[in-house]
Each structure stands twice: as C-alpha cells, then as structure tokens.
C-alpha cells in the first residue's frame, strides 16, 4: 500500500543525547513536511523540503536538522539543544507544496 | 509559535444528528483551505479542501463553506455517526509563497448514542 511509514512510534531521549526520527514515503510526493504537536494543540512546522537536496526552516526549527537527500526520506533530527522535546511529531507529504498533506501515524518522543 | 490552550472546544452531537465544526481563519490572503480528522494517537486524515474561488464544496456526508468576508470556514457534517469521534482541524494556506499550511487548534467532536 502507498503511504507514509514513520517510526519508531516510540522514542525515548537521555539528557544530551540526539535521536533521529525516521520518514519514509512511497507515494513519489515532491514535498515532506516535519510538524511538532503538543497535547491539546495544533500542529506547528519544523522543517520542509520542496525538492531533494533542499530544506527550508518553518515556525519552530530551532533544535532541530533534517536531510532530504532521497526523494522518499526525510529524517529528522532532534538536537541536544532542543530542551523541550517532549512531542508528537508528524510526518507528512504532498504531490506539490500546494495540495493537500498526507501524513504518517507519528513518533511520540519522550525524554528519560 | 503563539501559546494556546491546553483544553480544546468540545462539540457533542447526538447519533444521527448533523454536525458543524466551526474555524476563523488569520489571514486574508489564504487562498487553500482544508479539513483534517485526527483520531487519538494516529496522525490527521484529509477530509476535504476548497480553494478561495469557491464557497461551498461537497463530498461524502461532509461539506465545507468559505465565507472569505469573514474569514470563516465550517465543515457540515450529516449524519453524524460513533466513528465521527475525533479531533478536527482546519488549515489555511496561502500558495506561491513557500506554501505552508497553518492549522488551528482544533475541536473535539464527541458523539453521543
């Protein structure tokens, strides 16, 4: 089935320590898009990628990376520096940056 | 990012009834508007779009409405069923430039049998 895989669905971080959230897609979309998702709110961006090989900052990239060096993978990373990680963090695509965003299930990131 | 409540507008709707899920959007220059389904712990499930040349669109037991004077958007739903249960946002979008999505906060929708 075509869709969007993100995992682990469970993560866990230690103090001082990066983790790296997976995003695979195989639906052959241009666009990927990272969003971070706090409970009882809306989503709010990280990062996104329009085209291989390039990635803009959305609303709230700081303490984060990402790399978009295969069409359908979009990792994200986050840093030490991020020090409120604890989130649901979503995953999505989409054909061209102006159509609608499919997303994956998400990854829930904990801090240990 | 805006700080916004930890507790979300709740809509009950009884088995059978229809509901309709209201949002304000921020910016009038948005142009692409849609609807997501978030069920607890998966991730938001497209429901419908409307583009800012249209006021109305339909699709299966759901319809969106545009009000770009106001810069309302509601989605209808008919019928509500058990399985309506779930999260709802909206998303606004200006396109052409960069093209983001912002979404609301959100409303809960709770149906009742």
């Known amino acids: 089935d075509g869709g969007i895989t993100q995992s682990p669905k469970y993560l866990f971080r230690k103090e001082g320590q990066n983790v790296t959230l997976s995003c695979e897609q195989n639906l052959n979309h241009d666009a990927m898009y990272w969003y971070r998702q706090d409970p009882g709110q809306g989503l709010r961006l990280i990062y996104y990628?329009?085209?291989?090989?390039?990635?803009q900052k959305g609303d709230i990239a700081e303490g984060y990376s990402v790399s978009r060096e295969k069409k359908e993978s979009f990792p994200l990373t986050v840093t030490s520096a991020q020090k409120n990680p604890t989130a649901f963090y979503l995953c999505?695509?989409?054909?061209?940056?102006?159509?609608?965003?499919?997303f994956g299930d998400g990854t829930r990131l904990s801090i240990l | 990012g805006e700080s916004v409540g930890l507790h979300l507008p709740t809509l009950s709707v009884q088995e059978g009834d229809n509901s309709i899920i209201n949002c304000a959007y921020s910016?009038?220059?948005?142009?692409?508007f849609i609807w997501y389904k978030q069920e607890s712990g998966k991730g938001p499930q497209f429901i419908i779009d409307i583009r800012s040349n249209m006021d109305k669109r339909q699709g299966q037991r759901v319809t969106v409405l545009l009000n770009k004077t106001v810069k309302h958007l509601s989605l209808q739903i008919a019928a509500t069923q058990p399985g309506d249960s779930a999260v709802y946002f909206c998303?606004?979008?200006?396109?052409?430039?960069?093209?983001?999505?912002?979404f609301g906060t959100g409303t809960r929708l709770q149906v009742t049998l």
């Open positions: 999505a695509s989409s054909i061209l940056a102006d159509r609608p965003q499919h």
């Open positions: 990628s329009q085209i291989v090989n390039d990635f």
């Open positions: 998303a606004e979008m200006r396109t052409g430039t960069a093209s983001k999505l912002t």
């Open positions: 910016n009038s220059a948005s142009d692409y």
